[in-house]
């Protein structure tokens, strides 16, 4: 990795869930072993890549999360990106998470918008990586793409290890998902913020703590989370040990939904489908115990998850973005 000086981490999240690089880290883990949930019997749904990649495309058909996230990022991020650079005629930035990319991009238009005098280096660190969509956009003339195939903790560790100088002026976005695949978020937030020079941003997009998923994980954390894989964190978990530390922070809560109706109707293709992609277990209605199942499409279609409209069951996919300044003290 090229020295990287004035740090500018641009990251959001699939969500759109780039749920890519969450199999992706997750192979990674299952290289070593066979991972199981606490329910010995589940497995993970990341152990069949052909039904994970099915239930992940029909998660896109049916949520409209792609378009919240455009939402926020051309109606709110650009007041957030307002502030950065300071008249500087030069940004580096890093991407944590960025998988294809698509989010990266269209937060850099949205940053060469308002500077548009700006040139980046951008550096993209990610376990799955795909410079293909870069390849096909015109007009990134302004931006110098540099691809480095490692996780979170492994970038952690090389900036210790080599003592990366961070110049003032930093802007650091931080990927949503990133943050299911490290052993402690809260130190993983700390870090990235600890790099923040003057007018830099900490952006941090994961599922809202009051979506169905919270819920969901909250009830069924031992059953459903598997902590050999990733932590079933919200922005709740997030927001409550900011709180507890006494630091600031912006947040903007992204609504969503995601049609799973089918998963209603036993034996319904899509509708099993769907709830192994909610509950990240392969064959979720013909493994999970029957009161574990019950329990689950009970819980799926109780009013703190989910609404019904004209026949349809909507289920509450919000996301939450948490913005946080340079730390106070360094």
Request: a negative charge; charged letters at 25%.
């Amino acid at each position: 990795i090229a020295p990287i000086s004035n740090f500018l981490i641009p990251e959001l999240l699939s969500p759109w869930h780039h749920r890519k690089q969450r199999q992706a880290a997750a192979h990674k883990k299952l290289s070593h072993s066979t991972v199981t949930s606490m329910a010995s019997s589940l497995k993970s749904l990341v152990n069949d890549d052909d039904r994970y990649q099915k239930s992940f495309q029909l998660f896109l058909e049916r949520s409209s999360e792609h378009q919240c996230m455009r939402d926020f990022i051309h109606n709110k991020l650009p007041d957030i990106l307002a502030s950065v650079g300071d008249g500087k005629s030069h940004l580096d930035v890093i991407g944590v998470g960025s998988g294809a990319g698509e989010i990266d991009l269209e937060m850099l238009s949205e940053l060469h918008k308002k500077h548009p005098g700006v040139t980046v280096d951008n550096e993209v660190v990610d376990n799955y990586l795909s410079a293909v969509l870069v390849s096909q956009k015109p007009d990134l003339d302004y931006i110098k793409f540099n691809w480095n195939t490692m996780t979170a903790s492994e970038f952690e560790e090389h900036w210790k290890a080599e003592k990366v100088g961070v110049d003032e002026h930093t802007l650091c976005f931080l990927h949503s998902w990133m943050l299911y695949y490290v052993k402690d978020p809260e130190a993983t937030v700390r870090f990235f913020q600890s790099l923040l020079g003057k007018n830099g941003k900490l952006l941090i997009i994961l599922v809202s703590g009051k979506s169905g998923w919270g819920k969901l994980w909250r009830t069924y954390r031992a059953q459903l989370c598997q902590p050999d894989i990733s932590h079933c964190v919200t922005t709740g978990d997030i927001k409550s040990f900011l709180d507890s530390k006494g630091v600031p922070y912006q947040s903007y809560e992204l609504p969503s939904q995601m049609e799973i109706t089918e998963c209603f109707t036993e034996g319904d293709e899509k509708g099993e489908l769907l709830l192994d992609f909610l509950t990240e277990v392969l064959d979720f209605s013909n493994t999970a115990s029957p009161e574990l199942r019950a329990g689950v499409l009970e819980m799926l279609r109780h009013p703190d998850c989910s609404v019904e409209s004209n026949g349809k069951v909507l289920f509450n996919n919000n996301l939450e973005a948490i913005v946080l300044d340079q730390l106070s003290c360094q």
